[in-house]
């Protein structure tokens, strides 16, 4: 049965092989779906009202377990390998048919449409068809929300399968265990079996945006947070999970474009999503209000604690997972842009959570650097955000998200290149990480201090100011900044002992050369020569 009689989306589910002998519940609304939560006690409300639910077994991404079918439409265009996992096509077959036969043998479904993209031009329409009520919920909060009148007619272009109940026969399915996230852009469907880890829902969309918008529409889509200030610059933030894009994105003195994914075309920034799945672990009103107080009913709170005794989040404690989150749709951040979406930036900054404290807080880059850095996505991978990382960990992330790029990295870098001359945007490079020496000696940069920094960019005060030169990285750093204190500024002022700083500078650039030897060749001979003297 379905509780919004719709006559168009039961034919279409039964024409995908849902013999609907089960209750579909369809579009129902934030409330009707914690009611329901609550009900099958899947979670609790917390002192403000949210939803509070525990992932189970898996509270990150597991990027080994995402496979991409490859087909006629994917086995020339996909760069194969890294997190790019080949997966036959006879294997789709079978594991397609298994998650429908378990879906079809639920008591319940929850489906839901909605879509991607919010400039209407490059709109991709999405139905979520989920085991679990509060999940529905999720895809509620992060995905854009369609007006009655469009779901009329919705047609949905992709489909998402979730199924984590289900554990697939490794063997018999091609994979690696019991868990995965596969895309087939042959059927445009995404399935999810054996994890309830509602970021695998999020990222199998960012990942063929990826695909679908660089290679079809030459349009470059990204791994960052927007916003837009009062004279209406458009600034971006990249940087994997943890290293600050929703942090510092989310300020109160520019509007909130969006927190994670946005394409950027000859015209216009534009979001892909319709909410954020902002980190709160160590969450607190002081540092960041906004999201704090985005935590109210209809928000969905993912594997936190509570104080004993009490329905208060305690936000420091990470005894589940350092990756505790926060889904909420983007209208919750008072200050946010309701169109979603820009115009052409004039800052960008990449965000990189240096785990050796070697790099400088704030740096300004040339192009050619700006190709390089981005290429090369060092920053360090956040306990929590992955399945096995227990604390930070240096890496090297292409285009600052390797693993939702199918493309080659190549591709990306070209597009980001094409737009930084075509429209003279100033690149700085900003270290969230550590200061003063590495993870374990050292201590985390001040958000506060990262804020000043961002904000003096933003305001065009480090444009006067006097630059002096990293002499291993190349990087100009600014000798002051309004609002920190100027030995912050360069990291080696910041040691207790000079000679070890120069020592792990040195090991680093090794690293960055050693990580770039693959792009040799493929990206020009100077964004090469960009990078740091080993």
């Given amino acids: 049965m379905l509780t919004k009689p719709l006559e168009i989306p039961l034919k279409q589910l039964k024409k995908m092989g849902f013999d609907l002998n089960n209750q579909i519940y369809y579009q129902l609304t934030p409330e009707e779906l914690i009611d329901e939560t609550l009900k099958q006690q899947m979670g609790v409300l917390n002192d ?9 077994k898996f509270t990150g991404r597991s990027p080994k377990d995402k496979f991409i079918v490859e087909d006629v439409l994917t086995a020339d265009t996909i760069d194969w390998g890294n997190f790019n996992n080949a997966l036959d096509e006879k294997y789709f077959d079978i594991i397609l048919a298994d998650v429908q036969q378990y879906l079809n043998e639920r008591e319940k ?17 999405i139905r979520v068809i989920n085991e679990l009520p509060w ?60 994890s309830s880890y509602t970021g695998e829902i999020k990222k199998g969309i960012f990942s063929i945006l990826n695909y679908l918008l660089p ?40 509007r909130l474009i969006g927190d ?31 999201i704090y107080h985005a935590i109210k009913p209809g928000a969905l709170v993912e594997n936190v604690t509570f104080y004993p005794g009490t329905n208060r989040i305690n936000f420091d404690d990470a005894s589940v997972t350092e990756n505790t989150r926060v889904a909420y749709p983007i209208n919750f951040v008072e200050n946010s842009v309701p169109s979603e979406t820009g115009g052409i930036p004039r800052n960008v900054f990449f965000l990189t959570c240096d785990a050796y404290g070697i790099l400088p807080p704030i740096s300004r880059l040339t192009k050619e650097q700006a190709l390089y850095y981005f290429i090369s996505g060092y920053t360090a991978k956040v306990a929590g955000t992955e399945t096995g990382v227990t604390e930070p960990k240096a890496t090297f992330s292409a285009c600052f998200g390797a693993p939702f ?31 003063g020496g590495a993870y374990g000696t050292g201590t985390r940069m001040k958000l506060g201090w990262s804020r000043a920094m961002i904000q003096a960019a933003l305001n065009g005060e480090l444009d006067t100011v006097e630059y002096h030169k990293d002499p291993v990285f190349g990087l100009m750093i600014p000798d002051t900044c ?53």
């Avoid at 509620?140 to 984590?164: D, G, Q, V, Y």
Wanted: proline residues 6%; glycine residues 8%.
């Fill in 215 to 254: 290679e079809q529409r030459n349009v470059l889509s990204m791994h960052c947070s927007a916003n837009i200030g009062s004279r209406g610059d458009t600034a971006l933030f990249f940087g994997l999970s943890g290293t600050g894009k929703t942090t510092l994105s989310t300020d109160p003195n520019r």
């Fill in 135 to 194: 999940m529905n919920l999720f895809a509620n909060n992060l995905f854009l929300r369609p007006t009655e009148e469009e779901l009329e007619f919705f047609k949905p272009e992709w489909h998402i399968l979730s199924a984590p109940g289900l554990e697939l026969d490794p063997v018999r399915c091609g994979v690696r265990q019991g868990n995965a996230t596969v895309v087939s852009f042959k059927h445009k469907i995404i399935v999810i079996t054996g």
């Fill in 109 to 125: 479904l929850w489906v839901r449409d909605s879509y991607a993209c919010a400039a209407p031009e490059y709109r991709l329409n």
């Fill in 482 to 534: 309004p609002g920190v204190e100027p030995r912050v500024l360069t990291p080696k002022h910041t040691w207790t002992d000079p000679t070890a700083y120069d020592r792990h500078a040195k090991q680093l650039a090794l690293q960055f050369a050693r990580n770039f030897e693959k792009y040799t060749g493929i990206v020009a001979a100077e964004v090469t020569a960009a990078g740091p003297k080993v």
């Fill in 405 to 435: 790029l199918p493309l080659h990295p190549g591709k990306y870098a070209r597009l980001l290149g094409e737009k930084l001359t075509q429209y003279g945007v100033k690149v700085w490079m900003v270290n969230t990480g550590w200061t």
């Fill in 48 to 56: 403000t009202g949210a939803l509070v639910i525990s992932t189970g």
């Fill in 260 to 290: 994670d994914e946005h394409g950027w075309d000859d015209e216009q920034v534009f979001n892909f999503e319709g909410g954020c799945y902002a980190k709160c672990i160590n969450l607190s009103e002081e540092k960041e209000p906004e």
